[in-house]
Structure formats: structure tokens, C-alpha cells
């Protein structure tokens, strides 16, 4: 078999081979940090705990308006996390993108993110910015609103970090009954942002009052397993970031049935 860097071997949906990061420009996020309860524990992989207590929980709606997969929309929930190195980051519970056959294809394949095809909108008005996640369309599952109107203190700042963690759980099934073929990784990536800076050098990074609500809750699409305890921390940014596979934590095969 040639090397193989993507399928079909002639025409990869993506970019694969050795160089696995991929560039992200001109993206805009709003986020809303916030406590949540034990129901957390229930999604992490046994080889992650809560980072705090109670464990903190992030949702957010981000644009790419370019990147090495093309332009999309992404909304993301994940729960701030320890691996077994004693490094914190955000393991992903949900995610979601618009129409990109790339972006979820590179997103699920490569790093193991969960990710499934929605409506997402992230729209402002005045000075409110408000992200929204639909699946399917008129199917209302969050919406989060945000007044970004003041830059984001020293003291903020130490919640924020421009270098971030993930960890997403990577499952190849079994092609057959006896469970030939199957594969559980637990993976570690990263994503390095580039805050743009204003006219005046000052890096586009605000916070302010952040609301999350779960509109209508779905057992297809369960993302308000992460209650919404207390806001911690809600944030505005403009940047560039790069995105990187850091390394397999853990991995388990099947055996097969002899």
C-alpha cells in the first residue's frame, strides 16, 4: 500500500501525512466559563478528573473565516480537565460544526473529536453578541448572549489562558462481530491563539455579562448534560490560532473472540 496521507488515496478530503496542525485566521469567539455539578464525572474517560471543585465547564460558539480546512462555524462544550501528567485543559464532551466535510472529517478522524453537522449562528447586535446551536434546523438546543463591554482585568486573566489543552476520545469500531478492528484513544491536542490587536496595539480580548441557556433539551443531542451552575467568566476574542496533535495518552484494542 503507497504512504497514505488521506482518502481516497488520490484526492484527500484533507491534508494528512506528518504534518498534522492546521491554521485558523480572523476567528471571533464568545465563551461563557461557568461551575457544574457531578454529572461531569459521568462523561470524562477514566483517565481524566475534574481540574476544580466543583468542575468548571466551557461553552462556546467560534467563526473561522478562513482556515486549512475552509470557513466554518463551531460550537464546543468541554469540562476543564487533569490528565495523568498533571496538565489541565478542556476535555471535549460536544462539538459541533456548520457544513465542512473537511473540517469534520480531520476533526473526528485525526484528533477524535466528537464532532456532528448543525446550524450555528453567530450574530451581533448593538452591543450583544449572541451564538446559537440547532440540530436540526428550528430544533433549538443553546443560546448564548454576550455583552462584551469592558477589557478583561489582570485578575480575569489568570482564568485565560491563550494556549489551550484538549483531550477527545478517538474510536476506530469493529468491522465485524467478534470485534475485530477496534481501537480507544484518548487524544491530546492544542490550539495556540494570536490575539489581534486594535489600532491602539491593545489586544481584542473583552469580557462582561454572559448568559447560557439550554433551550430545548434533546436525548439525541444531550449538550445540557452540562448544567449551568455559577457564571464564572464570559469573553469576547478576535485572533489567529494553530492547532496541533500533541500525543496518545492511552490506547486500547479488543481482543478477538477465539
Known sequence: ????????????????????????LGCQA??????????????????????????????????????TVGPYLECYSGIQVRDPDGETGYYIAY???TVNDAA??????????????????????????QGTLERPKGKRLLTLTAQPDERMSSDSRQMYSARTNFYSVRQLPPIIESG??????LVKWCTDRTLRRDER??????????????DS?????PVHNLTVGQALLG???????????????????????R
Request: glycine residues 10%; charged residues 20%.
Open 235 to 257: 469573553t469576547y476574542e478576535e485572533y489567529d490560532a494553530r492547532l496541533e496533535a500533541i500525543d496518545i495518552l492511552s490506547e486500547e484494542s479488543n481482543p478477538v473472540n
Open 30 to 67: 464568545i465563551n461563557l466559563m461557568f461551575s457544574v455539578g457531578h454529572e461531569a464525572n459521568c462523561l470524562l474517560p477514566k483517565e481524566l478528573v475534574p481540574a476544580a471543585n466543583p468542575a468548571i465547564a466551557i461553552v462556546g460558539v467560534a467563526r473561522y473565516r478562513s482556515s
Open 217 to 221: 433539551p434533546s436525548i439525541i443531542d
Open 1 to 24: 500500500m503507497p504512504d497514505v496521507k488521506g482518502i481516497p488515496l488520490d484526492a484527500p478530503l484533507y491534508h494528512g501525512g506528518k504534518n498534522r496542525g492546521s491554521s485558523f
Open 201 to 214: 496595539g491593545e489586544e481584542v480580548l473583552f469580557t462582561g455579562p454572559t448568559s447560557l441557556t439550554y
Open 95 to 97: 462539538i459541533y460544526v
Open 180 to 185: 475485530k478492528g477496534a481501537v480507544t484513544q
Open 104 to 129: 469534520l472529517a480531520s476533526g473526528r478522524e485525526v484528533l477524535g473529536a466528537p464532532k456532528k453537522l448543525a446550524h450555528i449562528r453567530l450574530i451581533r447586535e448593538g452591543g450583544l453578541i
